[in-house]
Each structure stands twice: as structure tokens, then as C-alpha cells.
């Protein structure tokens, strides 16, 4: 329980944001970075903690999304169930693409292949199937109210999002401790040295891929309450399959508060990038495309590896650090 | 049911144009067989190319077959170099980490290509593109005869240049026994660059036989290499003979599907031929690789 009383501090901070911010500029910024953080999060399950990674994360993210609004606006589904509904669509469709792909024993780059290839198969389906809309997208009905989950503030939708990711800081935090993190991590390090001490490798990775997709697809559901619109390029598109790994490679890989620190990360550059540059399109994904090389290149531990890092440097002296930094490498 | 009338020439055709896709391919190919990483960056590449073949017709007027000689030297260089002192440098040897890399050139490049000429579809006017050929049965694109033949030429050239080559012998020592070769005295960093930089002069020459016939915008590589990828999960990472037979087996089914089921449905099925060679036999039709 200790361990969660930092997790706790940096969320009860975070939810007096909007009783200070009024601004519909900074809490519009702030929802939309902590829905990339929540995508992050789930990618962070699979791809941080169990070194699986996956170039297609937007296949949850879009299922989530389209079930969500699909049940809404073609079936009258309540909003509450839809979005749940999204959640397990987007855990199941995570657990049919585990099942397939690790029992087939794909790893790396054909791993990182499969999820692209599968996202993209997904996004043309959604474009013509009559079902999402086709080309045209699917628009939600605006129609406020707590029953609805649309909501005028947005400090509610800010909230409702802040729970979301503290949900998953929590998750990924337990897994951290538990025995199944640590299987997870051994498969990361070394699989078939993890299989040969009789840890089920395939299961983990299973497990890990389920809460993952599980994750994703949360923040997709989201997408499609707060923006109240879709088409296949937003639901299943580069933009958030890049963002989704970006987040917790810049953050740290395989941390807790990896992929939320990368998010405010990502979202202050682009942000800053429309500023200087107005808003063109592709700007944000030429400088995300540069930060995820430079990162790797000079930080491959993530912001929270430099923190650490140079924590060590001042405390023990460059000496130690230099011996540590050989144990790892 | 179907007549052959109509049936020949769609193989016919589909032969053609998975000559295409089969240099394409045989980057990609190359590089897997040599580094062990897809290259994620190898569609934008092709995007990138197009673009470039594109402006040296209008710009400087050059003919697309002309403008090879200068792009595939052009992008030979510009492949050794993105190897050699980006993606080799960032991933500190790790394979993961090249992964990425790739993926973020790729974005890079694709978002430029975007940001500079925004989505618009281009095309280029010569003199050929109607041209066509009486061979009986039926009549053949004369731009498609052309890469069909180039395409066949240039994996004959690589396949010297691997086999009798200095360079040649280092690229193969490398892909069996990195180590090994390196303890030989091979340098592995400029392997690893030579390498890439015939991958991606395999795409410009691609680029240069696909111009006349067809379109450019900044993500036009995507639908190929997607197919490239099929191509080379079907013929085997890392194996030639298989990416030339992947290709020529693809170009027809594609073409086949085009005609039973219309041209959006025929790209799903290119991706189901794809997920399932990669979950039923991830080593490839043609491959000996676990």
C-alpha cells in the first residue's frame, strides 16, 4: 500500500488542476494529453514490460472507439454500457490476435509486422463497410447529460479521463509487484530462458496483451465520447498507433509514470510545433518521427532513465555511474 | 465459366506488374536477410523516389528511364547514409530499437513529403504510356513489358554483385556469421550501410518504372510495401529466388481478385493472404528458417 502513496500524491494533484485552470484552451490540452497517456499505458503493458512491440496499437484503440459509438448511434445503447462494451471489445479483439500470433511464435519484427498489418486490414475494412459510416465517418448525436456521458465542462471529461489513467497507473503499478510482473519482464529479457525455468510464455504474453488492448481501447472509447466523431483514419491511423509507443518510449519503457510523462511531453512539443509553424498538416508526426529517433539515439531509457541516471552521477560519482552504466549495457 | 479470352491476360498482366513489386521486394529482402529487421522506412522511401523521379520529369525534364541512372545512384547513397550514421548509430546494436528507428524515418519522411507538396495525387504525361504490344492473345502495356524486364535485369545484377563480388562476399559472410566476419576483419557497419543503400536503390529504380503509368502522393509507398511485406513473408525473409516467386505468384492472385471481386476487396485479400502466411507459416512458402 505504500508504495501507492506517491501514484495517489501525483493524481490528487492532478485532479485540483481544474479548480485553478478555468481555461478551455489548457483542460482541452491537459484531456487530450491524458487520453495519449492512457493509449501509452496499454502499449507500455506489452511493449515496456514485455518487450512485445506492437507498430499497430490503433487496431484497439479504433475497436474501442467504433463499438463504442456504434452501439450508441445504430443500436441506442446506453453510453455507460457502450463504453464498456468498447473496453472488452477491444480486450477480446487483443486476446484473438495474442492467441494467434504467439502461438504462431511471432517475435519482433514479424510481431511489430502482424499488429501493423492487422490495424491496417482493420482501418480499410472501416472505410467501406456501411456499418462505421464508410468514408464518411460516424457522428455521434449531441446530447449532454450524465446518462449520455457528454457533459458541457471540461472539467468532467477531464476528470472521467484523470480516473481512467489513475486506473491504469494503479494496474500497471500491481503488476509491477506481482509474480506475473516479474514473469512478464523475464519473458522481455530472455524467453527462452524464462520458458526453460517452466514460466508459460505464451500465457504471460497473452495476459499482458489483453489488459493492453484492454487499455487502449479505453482511450479510444473516450476519443469518440469527447470529440463525438469518427471515420477509419482517426480510429485506426498511424497518428495514434506512433503515439501510443512514442509516449512511453520518451517517458521510459517499462515504467509506471513512463507513458504520462511522455504524453505531456508529446503533446507540450506539438503543441509548441503549431505555434511556431501554424497548424500544417503532418508537422506533428515530422517532429514526433524525429523525437522518437533522437530519443532512442540519446535517451534510450526514456526521461525517467536520464532522471535516474543522473541522479546516480550526482550521489555516487561518475565512477559508479560508469559501472553501472556497463552492467546494463 | 470465364473465358480464356479474359482470363490470360489478366495473368499475363499480373505477371507484369509483380515484376514490379518484386524489386520492391528484393530491397526489403536484402535488407532482412542481412540486418534481421524489417525496414519499416522502406514505403517511404518508395514514396520519397517517386516524388523524385516525379520533379526530374517536370523539372528538368528527364525521362523516367533516363532518371534512373542518376536516382538509383542518388538513392543508393542516401540508403548507405541513413544506415550508416542514423539507424546504426541510435539503436546502440539493439534490435528493438532499429525497429523503431525505421518506423520514426518513416514518419519523418512520409509527414515531410506531406507537409511540402500536402496530399495531393501527382502524375506525369510521356509520350509511351498508351503505347502497347500485339502479342496475339492479347495486348501488353508497353511501360509494364519495360519493368518486367528491368525488374529481371536488375535481381540478375544483384545476384553477380552478391556472388562474385568483394562486397558481395562480405554482405553474405555477414548475413551467415556476424561475429565471425568481423573477427575476419569485415566491417560490419559499412556491410550493414552498403546493404541498405542497395535495398533503397532498389526501390528508385522501382520508383522510375512506375512513374509513367502510374500516381504519386506522399503515402503512395504504403500500399506497396504492404504488399512488398506479403511478398516477403511469402517467399521467405531474407531469401531472393523467393521474393522474384512471391512477387509473380502475388501480382496474379491480385490481379485474379481484382477481377472476381473489385479492386477495394482485392487489397483485403492481398492482407488475409499475408496474416495468414505469417501465422501458419511464418518461414515463408519458399523458406528453410524457423
Redesign the interface.
Known amino acids: 500500500m505504500k508504495a501507492l502513496i506517491p501514484t495517489a500524491a501525483v493524481l490528487a494533484l492532478l485532479a485540483a488542476v481544474p479548480l485553478v485552470v478555468h481555461s478551455n484552451v489548457t483542460l482541452n490540452f491537459l484531456v487530450v494529453a491524458l487520453m495519449i497517456a492512457l493509449a501509452g499505458q496499454g502499449w507500455n503493458i506489452l511493449g515496456g514490460y514485455g518487450?512485445q512491440?506492437s507498430?499497430g496499437h490503433a487496431a484497439f484503440f479504433g475497436t474501442g472507439a467504433y463499438v463504442t459509438a456504434i452501439l450508441q448511434v445504430r443500436y441506442g445503447v446506453n453510453a455507460w454500457l457502450g463504453f464498456v462494451a468498447g473496453i472488452a471489445a477491444g480486450a477480446a479483439l487483443g486476446a484473438a490476435l495474442g492467441a494467434?500470433?504467439f502461438r504462431?511464435?511471432?517475435r519482433?519484427?514479424?510481431f511489430?509486422?502482424?499488429t501493423?498489418?492487422?490495424a491496417?486490414?482493420l482501418r480499410?475494412?472501416a472505410s467501406?463497410a456501411p456499418i462505421t459510416g464508410a468514408g464518411v465517418g460516424i457522428l455521434m448525436k449531441l446530447d449532454l447529460g450524465v446518462r449520455t456521458l457528454q457533459f458541457q465542462s471540461r472539467a468532467a471529461f477531464y476528470w472521467i479521463i484523470l480516473a481512467l489513467v489513475g486506473a491504469s497507473l494503479v494496474t500497471a503499478q500491481l503488476i509491477e509487484r506481482s509474480r506475473f510482473g516479474v514473469w512478464l519482464i523475464a519473458v522481455r529479457e530472455n524467453e527462452d530462458a524464462a520458458k526453460a525455468l517452466g514460466i508459460n510464455a505464451n500465457g504471460v504474453k497473452l495476459a499482458a496483451m489483453v489488459i493492453s488492448a484492454g487499455m487502449t481501447a479505453a482511450a479510444g472509447c473516450f476519443y469518440v465520447q469527447y470529440f463525438l466523431f469518427l471515420d477509419s483514419g482517426i480510429a485506426y491511423g498511424?497518428w495514434i498507433s506512433?503515439q501510443a509507443?512514442l509516449t512511453p518510449?520518451i517517458g521510459g519503457v517499462g515504467t509506471v509514470f513512463g507513458p504520462l510523462l511522455g504524453a505531456l511531453v508529446v503533446k507540450s512539443l506539438g503543441e509548441a510545433a503549431k505555434l511556431l509553424a501554424g497548424d500544417?498538416?503532418?508537422?506533428d508526426?515530422?517532429i514526433?518521427?524525429?523525437v522518437?529517433?533522437v530519443v532512442?539515439?540519446f535517451m534510450?531509457r526514456g526521461l525517467i532513465g536520464g532522471f535516474a541516471q543522473m541522479r546516480k552521477l550526482l550521489t555516487r560519482g561518475p565512477a559508479a555511474s560508469g559501472a553501472a552504466e556497463a552492467g546494463h549495457? | 465459366m470465364l473465358s480464356p479470352a479474359i482470363l490470360v491476360p489478366a495473368i499475363i498482366n499480373g505477371l507484369l506488374i509483380g515484376a514490379i513489386y518484386a524489386l520492391v521486394a528484393l530491397g526489403l529482402t536484402l535488407i532482412y536477410g542481412v540486418l534481421h529487421i524489417i525496414n519499416f522506412a522502406h514505403g517511404a522511401l518508395l514514396s520519397a523516389a517517386l516524388f523524385a523521379a516525379f520533379f526530374a520529369f517536370r523539372l528538368l525534364g528527364l525521362d523516367p528511364y533516363v532518371a534512373v541512372l542518376l536516382l538509383a545512384p542518388l538513392f543508393f547513397a542516401l540508403g548507405y547514409g541513413l544506415q550508416r550514421f542514423i539507424i546504426g548509430p541510435a539503436s546502440h546494436g539493439d534490435d528493438r530499437n532499429m525497429l523503431l528507428v525505421t518506423l520514426g524515418i518513416a514518419v519523418i519522411i512520409e509527414n515531410v513529403l506531406l507537409y511540402a507538396f500536402r496530399a495531393d495525387t501527382r502524375t506525369i504525361d510521356v509520350p509511351y504510356a498508351l503505347q502497347t504490344i500485339d502479342i496475339g492473345a492479347t495486348f501488353l502495356a508497353v511501360s509494364r513489358v519495360v519493368g518486367f524486364a528491368a525488374a529481371f535485369a536488375v535481381a540478375f545484377a544483384l545476384w553477380l554483385i552478391m556472388t562474385f563480388t568483394d562486397i558481395g562476399r562480405a554482405i553474405r559472410a555477414v548475413a551467415k556469421e556476424k561475429l565471425g566476419a568481423e573477427l575476419a576483419g569485415v566491417d560490419v557497419a559499412h556491410v550493414y550501410a552498403v546493404t541498405f543503400g542497395l535495398g533503397t536503390a532498389c526501390v528508385a529504380i522501382a520508383a522510375c518504372l512506375l512513374i509513367p503509368t502510374y500516381y504519386v502522393n506522399p503515402t503512395v509507398g504504403d500500399a506497396f510495401v504492404l504488399v512488398a511485406f506479403t511478398i516477403v513473408v511469402l517467399g521467405g525473409m531474407g531469401s531472393v529466388p523467393g521474393a522474384l516467386i512471391g512477387a509473380l505468384l502475388v501480382g496474379v492472385a491480385e490481379s485474379l481478385s481484382g477481377l472476381f471481386l473489385g479492386e477495394s476487396l482485392g487489397q483485403i485479400g492481398i492482407f488475409l493472404i499475408f496474416i495468414v502466411v505469417l501465422l501458419v507459416r511464418p518461414s515463408g512458402l519458399f523458406g528453410a528458417r524457423a
Do not use: D, K, N, Q
Not at chain 1, 280 to 283: E, F, I, N
Open positions: 518487450g512491440y507498430f494467434l500470433t504462431s511464435g511471432l519482433g519484427s514479424y511489430a509486422l502482424v501493423l498489418a492487422f491496417e486490414v480499410i475494412i467501406v498511424t506512433i509507443l518510449i500544417a498538416p503532418g508537422l508526426l515530422i514526433y518521427g524525429a522518437l529517433v532512442i539515439w534510450p549495457g
